[in-house]
């Protein structure tokens, strides 16, 4: 038996680090956290001084028995989890369940797994940090609260199995105030002026300029008549203004800006950025990636001057040092780097090194010289008018850490400033056309999940461990919702002077076209609205904010946390008790007017199974009539003709094998009913034009996929289907799922192999697997 245990909380670091220790140190993994607060109550005692109530989960008690073992007998216990808050909860987490003493008990820290940093650790020991425990459980305890106390009254004044966070109802109060602001929006339009204009160059080579008026017409009447006013004017180069300009690198990644960069660069989600972006590091490629530090260490600097120097010369190096600015800083103390910057690629999944490569060329870009840039304005004077054309270039000097990397943006929008012809101030022009189009003010832009993570850094709402959990809970709430828009036609006019005649032409553009956004629901506005109304201090901003501050103070030993959570507790506990007893409930209910037909009330609201237009009232004999609203419809800007229309349905579309077939919306949304089975209809099918022939082709087309899908059935009863699955072929039995071998023909399995294969695993494991993950 080895002397020393080491125990870190995944089995990918701790292969990666065995590799770096000798024959006496066994490294084994906890899976994450062992312990977490019972789930049977609130797990919190409140008679104790807000105890947290710990168990051991079922699932870790194997895992918990093995490391109680291995312990006894070691001689050194090293706890080297993670170095943030909640690496540190874990570690403590490890030393009391296990039962350890102190005296042979050591905790390690490195925010890079190399052989050089896990021997420095080892060197360097430290005792487990109480005041991060204590920062961790705070969150921890806070969070349980909230979520415990809140739940209840959703349940009985919004809808039955609704929750609420801390957090993440304050993501989604940013994300229904951004759909509310983009409802109200009135876009206003003006005219943009833009011409060509014909010179000669220094060179005395024609010349071509494209130059922008420096104000905007606001109706087309004002724009009328500035062409008709150009069509005799003269125009000439009044003043050419040209200014050196540089370009700086942005600082190395943190938790946040790799987030943000690889939405926008590769199009990753953000929980997908941290699963790629974990396994690097736990492989030993990158540095920790939970961090709000863009500091880099001196070995870091030195590799990277030796690296820049080696690929593009002493001219490109310049050593920046980063600082900081967000104040609760506290993750971890490096930005996010290669383990070795001479490493320009690794290898791994696709995904792993795209990440990678991004992460590389950020942090070797940010020590390169600026980009030097030169840029040309030329004012162009019109003699009948007192606005002047500006045209504008931009040329690079010098590309510096152009060479290799340049930050996105959320704008995408911008146009890129080109060559410049060389012109003399004074020179006279002529414009061979000129136009004035018609354009619109922008709606502000819906959140996609980079653009939600900035704004929760800017309101210093969250910690780098937090941004990732957050967005995927409120979708998984069904609070808010991920997925595209499809651009809207829009009408537009354009005047165009062009030899001396002004052409008016009325076109029409593709505006609003969304991809990977993120829209509140129905029921998220709902609870969004109640939340904000009955307990808008917890739903504040800064009360978010100042609580993460507080945590920042407790894990610098400045606060007592107990004293903190009792702080908010004895204020936040009466206003849960005095809503349950005085709020009324919520549905979010809107009427819209009258039906025609009945002369009853029609209104949309949220119902048990989600929203639905309701002719009628409850207080009326008459029994009221329901509709679902479609996924694509919002009891927010629902119209009184379009919730009409749902009332429609069910309605028929003819007979298919002498059975009729009806088209309705439910619960998952429009679907045709056809001899007492269900068929979704094809995602973007209106249900309202569903013609007989395009409903029995989706019947005809589900049965085929379905007949595809059994490949065999085995057993004297039938008891194994061999199946064709997303994931590829396995077997059933006694409704569980297995796994068929690689290199096994799935048409040629007999029973007797698949009872031998049952007899092997365990059920279910032909299901896709997710990591062990940390519980938050």
Known sequence: MSKNLVIVESPAKAKTIEKFLGADYQVLSSFGHIRDLAEKGIGIDFDNNYAPVYVVSTDKKKVVSELKKAAKAAETVWLASDEDREGEAIAWHLFDELKLDKKNTKRIVFHEITKDAIQRAVQSPREIDLHLVDAQQARRVLDRIVGFELSPVLWRKVRPSLSAGRVQSVAVRLIVEREREINQFAPESSYRVQALFNGTDSSGNPAVLKAELQHRFATKAEAMAFLESCASADYKVEDIVTKPTKKSPAPPFTTSTLQQEASRKLGFAVAQTMRVAQSLYESGKITYMRTDSVNLSDLALNTSKAEIISMAGDRYVKIRKFTTTSKGAQ????????????????????????????????????????AELEKTSIMISNSKSPYKFVATGEVIIFDGFLKVYLESTDDEETEAAGLLPQLKA?????????????????????????????????LGIGRPS???????????????????????????????????????KSLTENTGAEKGKLFPTDIGMVVND?????????????????????????????????????????????????????SERQSGERILGTDPVSGRQLSVKIG????????????????????????????ENISLEEALEL?????????????????????????IRHDGSFYSLPKGDDPM?????????????????????????????????????????????????????????????????????????PAGTSKKKSFPRKKK
């Open 466 to 504: 937090t941004y990732a959990p957050t967005i995927t809970t409120i979708q998984n709430r069904n609070y808010v919702e991920k997925g595209d828009r499809p651009a809207e036609k829009r009408a537009y006019n354009l005047l165009t002077l062009k030899n001396g005649k002004i052409a008016d």
């Open 530 to 582: 109640f939340l904000t109304e009955y307990f808008p201090a917890v739903l504040s901003y800064d009360f978010t904010a100042r609580i993460e501050k507080e945590f920042d103070l407790v894990a610098e030993g400045k606060v007592n946390w107990v004293s903190s959570i009792d702080d908010f507790y004895k204020k936040f506990h009466p206003i849960v008790e005095d809503t349950l007893k005085n």
């Open 426 to 458: 004074g020179e006279e022009l002529s414009a061979s056309e000129i136009t004035a189009q018609q354009r619109y003010t922008q709606r502000p832009a819906r959140y996609g999940e980079a653009s939600l993570v900035r704004k929760l850094e800017e």
């Open 689 to 761: 034009a569903v013609t007989t022939e395009a409903a029995i082709e989706i019947i005809l087309a589900k049965r085929e996929a379905e007949r595809n899908k059994i490949i065999s059935v085995l057993g004297e009863n039938g008891e194994y289907q061999v199946l064709n699955g997303r994931f590829g072929p396995y077997f059933t039995f006694e409704k569980n799922n297995y796994k068929i071998p690689k290199g096994t023909d799935p048409a040629q399995l007999t029973a007797e192999e698949c009872a031998a294969l049952v007899a092997k695993q």
């Open 331 to 370: 993750e971890a103390h490096e930005a996010i780097r290669p383990t070795y910057m001479n490493a320009h690629t690794v290898s791994g999944t696709a995904q792993e090194q795209k990440l990678y490569e991004l992460i590389w060329k950020r942090t070797i870009a940010s020590q390169m010289a600026d």
């Open 608 to 635: 048990r199974y989600g929203p639905l237009a309701q002719i009628g009232t409850a207080e009326e004999e008459e029994k009221p009539v329901f509709a679902s609203l479609r996924k694509d419809q919002s009891i």
């Open 647 to 671: 009332f429609k349905l069910p309605r028929s579309v003819g007979e298919f094998e002498e059975k009729e077939m009806t088209v309705a919306i439910g619960r998952f949304g429009p679907y």
